[in-house]
Structures are given as C-alpha cells and as structure tokens.
C-alpha cells in the first residue's frame, strides 16, 4: 500500500481500498459541512426536511464512523505490525465505487460490522455480499496477525442471518458459558433444546450418573412407577404455572395464555413454556413475561 495511508487488495477486476482517515476529531467539522452541503444541494427545502436528512447523515455517522478505536500508530502493536481500528473498504469497478464493507480490525482478528452496496451490481456481477465476506476472509489469511474472523451476532430464527453459519470452520459463542462450539453442533442444539426462542446454553453436560450397585427387577419396576408418577406430578405443576403467568402483550391489563386467541395460544404457549423451562418454577412465578 505504499505510504498513502491505505492498504490495497486485489478484488477481481478492481480494487478494495481501507481506508484508515482519522474520524475521531471530525464531529464538529463532519455536522458543518453536512448541513451545508444539504443547504447547498437543497436550497428550496423547509428547514424541517432538511433537519430529517441531518438526523440520517448523523444516524450514519453514528453507526458507521464513530468507533471507539483508535487509528493512529499508537495502536499497532509490536509484535504484528498490523493497524488496528475502524476502516471502510471501498470496493470499485473500473473506478465506480459499488459496495462498501466496513470492518473493525482488532488486535486478534477482524471483524466485520456492516456492507452496503450499490443496487443495480447487487447480483448482475456475482452476490457482492458474498463476495465481500470472502475478501474479508481472504485479508485475514493473508496476515498471519488476523487469525480470527467475525461475523457478529448470529440469530438462529431469522433467515437473514444464519448465513452466517454457512462459512466453514466456523464456531457459535455460548451465550452461558461463554465456550466456542461448532456452528453444525450448535445449530442442532438450538433446533433441539430451544425450538421456539432459539436460545439457550450451547454446551450441554450430557454425562449420566451410572451406578454399580446390582438393582432387582421387582425393586427397578417400582422405582420406575415412582419415577412416572413424580414426573407426572411435575409436568401438571409445570403446566399450571405456565397458564397461571401473567403476560404483557401490550393491552392496559395484563393477560395470561388461556386469555389469548386460540392461534395466539398456539404461540405463545411454548415461549411461555420454555421460559419456565430455564428460569425455574419457583422464579417464573415471581415474573411478569413481556411479549410486545
């Protein structure tokens, strides 16, 4: 990248610049110039127009470019030469800026924070948000100082983000235990422990207490009944204190399950079911459970 102040990269027909301009000092001077530029560019608009563009310039700012990462040559550490903080790659065909990915570089790893790009090369050349996690992936085999790369948070439930899950090796933080678990492992977990919320503790002890002691037939069919009969006696408990719970649904007063449309029984009962589940009965009886 030479001493221009940013890294460059191959990107396929074009390149994908970093660029690394110091935005911790830039607030002020970035609000003037916005709100003059809008002036400039709009000069027949009410101040009330332009103040709901103002608040999207600074909402962008906000999201985009303030980081609590510093990008000065403080932060290089020593003992891998890379520049950590926030930088925005600017990918371009045959000049035309069309997507940009905006990444945190960390002294570990990077990890990715959002991409946008422009509409009309979404799909015509290739799935550009593909594409660009794979840059990015590609920038940290590259350095033998980003060994790890991050997606951000993963949602099991909504579609537009268990493409995360897609990349291989690729591990799930549990949210409990704070261990890393392999991202198949843990989709299965969350599929079979939490099907509804999907959420829930990643790592699971599933050793089982055995015994040496030789247990008769006779003896083993009546520990059996007992075992039923408790189990019974429990999963009767558990139901009743799931229609007892009471719910905020956003009405004045609040509700309980059985209170509900039948179709909204139909899903709210197995949230409510499963967070007695992991809260506990004694402790779930003491809570009011917000739906809205």
């Known amino acids: 990248g030479g001493n221009d102040g940013k890294h460059h990269a191959d990107a396929g027909g074009g390149d994908t610049t970093h660029d690394d301009d110091d935005w911790g000092d830039a607030t002020s001077d970035y609000i003037?110039?916005?709100?003059?530029?809008?002036?400039?560019?709009?000069?027949?608009?009410?101040?009330?127009?332009?103040?709901?563009?103002?608040?999207s310039f600074s909402s962008f700012y906000r999201f985009l470019v303030e980081t609590p990462l510093l990008?000065?040559?403080?932060?290089?550490?020593?003992?891998?030469?890379?520049m950590t903080g926030t930088f925005h790659q600017h990918y371009r065909l045959n000049g035309t800026l069309i997507a940009v990915g905006v990444v945190d570089i960390l002294p570990g790893g990077l990890s990715s924070v959002y991409a946008f790009y422009h509409?009309?090369?979404?799909?015509?050349?290739?799935?550009?948000?593909?594409?660009?996690?794979?840059?990015?992936?590609?920038?940290?085999?590259?350095?033998?100082s980003l060994p790890y790369y991050y997606?951000?948070?993963?949602?099991?439930?909504?579609?537009?983000?268990?493409?995360?899950?897609?990349?291989?090796?690729?591990?799930?933080?549990?949210?409990?235990?704070?261990?890393?678990?392999?991202?198949?492992t843990a989709q299965a977990t969350l599929d079979r422990e939490s099907p509804d919320r999907h959420c829930c503790q990643l790592v699971l002890n599933n050793d089982k207490?055995?015994?040496?002691?030789?247990?008769?037939?006779g003896q083993q069919n009546q520990e059996n009944n007992v075992k039923q009969e408790e189990?019974?006696?429990?999963?009767?408990?558990?139901?009743?204190?799931?229609?007892?719970?009471?719910?905020?649904?956003?009405?004045?007063?609040?509700?309980?399950?059985?209170?509900?449309?039948p179709n909204g029984q139909e899903i709210v009962r197995p949230l409510?079911?499963?967070?007695?589940?992991?809260?506990?009965l004694e402790i779930s009886q003491m809570c009011?459970?917000?739906?809205?």
């Not at 993963?154 to 991202?183: F, N």
């Not at 189990?231 to 509900?260: D, Q």
């Not at 009011?288 to 809205?292: I, P, R, W």
């Open 209 to 217: 207490t055995t015994t040496t002691t030789p247990i008769r037939s």
């Open 71 to 82: 990008t000065t040559t403080t932060t290089t550490t020593s003992t891998t030469g890379i």
């Open 119 to 144: 509409a009309a090369f979404a799909h015509s050349i290739c799935p550009l948000g593909k594409y660009m996690i794979l840059q990015e992936i590609e920038y940290c085999r590259a350095s033998s």
């Open 288 to 292: 009011v459970l917000k739906l809205v």
């Open 32 to 55: 003037r110039q916005a709100q003059q530029m809008l002036r400039q560019t709009y000069p027949d608009y009410t101040t009330a127009n332009l103040s709901k563009m103002m608040s």
């Open 151 to 184: 997606l951000g948070y993963y949602i099991h439930s909504c579609g537009k983000m268990r493409y995360k899950a897609d990349y291989h090796p690729s591990q799930l933080l549990c949210p409990k235990t704070l261990q890393w678990v392999d991202a198949t």
């Open 231 to 261: 189990e019974e006696a429990a999963a009767a408990i558990t139901a009743a204190v799931i229609e007892s719970i009471p719910l905020h649904v956003g009405l004045a007063n609040l509700v309980t399950v059985n209170m509900l449309h």
């Open 272 to 280: 409510v079911r499963e967070f007695v589940h992991h809260v506990g």
